[in-house]
Each structure stands twice: as C-alpha cells, then as structure tokens.
C-alpha cells in the first residue's frame, strides 16, 4: 500500500511539472534590436535601433501540449506526445490560451477579444504573448552575434532543418519533427529553444520598424499579420537568426508554429 501511494506522489509530481508553466524574470534595459548591415541572411526589414525594455518574465520553455491541452481543453498538434512544444496554434488561440491560463490562477486577463478584434490592457498582471522586442532580447541573452550560440548554429544546438546550414556552414541532422521541450542546453538568460523546434508567435502586428530609439516598443498600429520569431524544426538556419522576422495571417496554423508566454514583472 506504502509503495502504491510513493508511485502515486511521484506521478502526481511528474504531471505537475508537465503541466506547470515556469518563467523567468528579466530586468529589462537597453539593447539593439535589429541586425548589422553585415550579416549574412540579414532582410531589409531588421533595421537596428536602441530599445529599452521594463522588466518581464518570460516562459522558460515552449508551451507543451500537456499544458496547453490542460487549459484549452484540445490538442491541435500533429505530432503529439505530452512533453512536446504545441502547433499547429493559431494566434489568436495562443491569446485565448493567455487569458483562460490568467483566470485558472487567479490573475486579471490581459486581452480583451471582440470576435477577431484583440485589445491589450497593458497594466494587468495576466499572461501574454510576449512583444518582438522581448522576444529577441530573451533570445541575444545578452549577445550581439547573429545567435546566441555564436556566429554559427548546429542541429546540436538546436531543432531545425540541418541540412541548410547558416552563411554556407557544414550540413547537420534534420529531425524532421518536434522535438521535446528543453532538449538543448538554454541561453545565457535560462530560456530553452529560442532557436528552433516551433516558431513562436508574438504580440505584434508586422510592420517596418518605428525609427529613433524605443520603449517597450509594441509593433505597428494596423496589418494583416502577426511576428513569429525563432525559426521551427522545418526551417533553414538562417530563420534561427536572433533578428530574424517572420509573419502570417493570425488565423494560420502550421505544424511549425507554437508560442511561449510572458507576464508584466512591474
């Protein structure tokens, strides 16, 4: 009987740490986003610019399909097993998974969602998708090279398509598949798969770059799509790249596309 209720504990703990969703808080400060003119890869849209950031958590891992099951009731993913990053997520689910995760644990809600019209209140204490700007200063960790493992990035490293290597580097291993969440070891800042494995939807509407430094910068005004940043399993490395910007209309789901979570830290 003793041995059945230590099995039992050690299960209930197992599913808790599937469940849970850890973040890590960040100071904030001031960092450049964007990319040199020099990079290999770089597109027009990555213009550099000073921007400085309030203090803010941001989920440690991908949202796994436990947890998102756990919250939303479903799992859309197609390849599913309960520690892997959830996809197939369009972004206006990621939203409704932000606000139905505030309300399980107590915190105000931080979207406002009239059929496809979405409001921030950006003074609650909710989850989030977190802005581009966040996203790519969790991603640098402090860095200024093209990843934040350096100039170059391998399957080793990361979960993407290893046979289209970075700026012509040598061929690694193409998984062709998700991947568990925290497989690699994390950045400087404790984040696992910023580079790779799903890409991660963020708040912003895609547009060119506000010029001039910035605060808490939070996209354009208006637009049709929505950023994801990171890259997923599919992609070249050069999608993988800290600066790199990618988009798609809020409603699309692909087997490439997850997201992490974000909370104000103020």
């Not at 000073?50 to 440690?60: A, E, H, M, N, R």
């Not at 990361?158 to 700026?167: H, I, K, L, V």
Request: aromatic share 12%; hydrophobic share 35%; glycine share 10%.
């Amino acid at each position: 009987m003793k041995k059945i209720s230590i099995l039992l504990l050690m299960m209930f703990i197992a599913l808790s740490n599937l469940i849970a969703i850890e973040t890590v808080r960040l100071n904030g400060g001031v960092f450049t986003q964007g990319s040199p003119i020099e990079e290999a890869g770089r597109s027009s849209n990555e213009s550099q610019r000073q921007v400085t950031l309030s203090p803010f958590f941001i989920g440690k891992y991908e949202v796994t399909q436990s947890q998102y099951e756990e919250i939303m009731g479903t799992n859309p993913s197609h390849n599913k097993a309960p520690n892997l990053p959830v996809e197939q997520v369009s972004w206006f689910e990621a939203i409704e998974f932000c606000n139905k995760l505030s309300e399980k644990e107590g915190l105000t809600p931080v979207y406002t969602i009239d059929g496809r019209a979405v409001t921030w209140n950006r003074n609650t204490d909710g989850y989030r998708l977190p802005t581009e700007a966040e996203w790519e200063y969790a991603c640098r960790a402090g860095t200024l090279t093209v990843f934040s493992t350096g100039i170059n990035i391998t399957s080793a490293q990361a979960n993407y398509d290893g046979t289209r290597p970075f700026n012509n580097n040598e061929r690694t291993e193409y998984r062709r598949t998700t991947i568990p969440a925290g497989s690699f070891a994390p950045n400087a800042f404790g984040l696992f798969d910023m580079h790779g494995n799903v890409g991660e939807w963020c708040w912003d509407i895609n547009g060119v770059y506000a010029a001039g430094p910035q605060t808490d910068p939070a996209g354009a005004a208006s637009g049709g799509y929505r950023i994801f940043r990171g890259g997923g399993w599919n992609h070249p490395a050069d999608f993988l790249r800290s600066a790199k910007r990618s988009a798609n209309t809020p409603t699309t789901r692909g087997h490439y596309l997850g997201f992490r979570v974000a909370r104000n830290a103020n």
